[in-house]
Nanobody, 115 residues
Framework: QVQPVESGGGLVQAGGSLRLSCEAS????????MGWDRQAPGKQRELVAS???????NYADSVKGRFTISRDNAKNTVYLQMNSLKPEDTAVYYC?????????WGQGTQVTVSS
């Protein structure tokens, strides 16, 4: 199995920036993709951004132009740089690693954007 280990998150004012990190530990072979989902109170979990092993990225429309996902293969780590944060970005952010087409989730990290 692979374990996502998340770091980052916290409280920031609207317009500010945060960076989330997620390191894959354990069985790191055959990772198909890494990324982030989020879940706001009372809402369903949604995709924020993902990056495939070949480098292809995918973003939710709501974060395009503001968030950037990147990956350091040498460190088995994926990053989510979040700029121009809005109060509606407030949510628990979960790192997701797809390995052998099975999803593995981190425990989540809280991001709170104050207005």
């Amino acid at each position: 199995q692979v374990q996502p280990v998340e770091s980052g998150g916290g409280l920031v004012q609207a317009g500010g920036s945060l960076r989330l990190s997620c390191e894959a530990s354990g069985s790191i072979f055959s990772i198909n993709a890494m990324g982030w989902d989020r879940q706001a109170p009372g809402k369903q979990r949604e995709l924020v951004a993902s990056i495939r092993s070949g480098g292809h990225t995918n973003y939710a429309d709501s974060v395009k132009g503001r968030f950037t996902i990147s990956r350091d293969n040498a460190k088995n780590t994926v990053y989510l740089q979040m700029n121009s944060l809005k109060p509606e970005d407030t949510a628990v952010y979960y790192c997701k690693i797809k390995r052998n087409w099975t999803d593995y989730w981190g425990q989540g990290t809280q991001v709170t954007v104050s207005s």
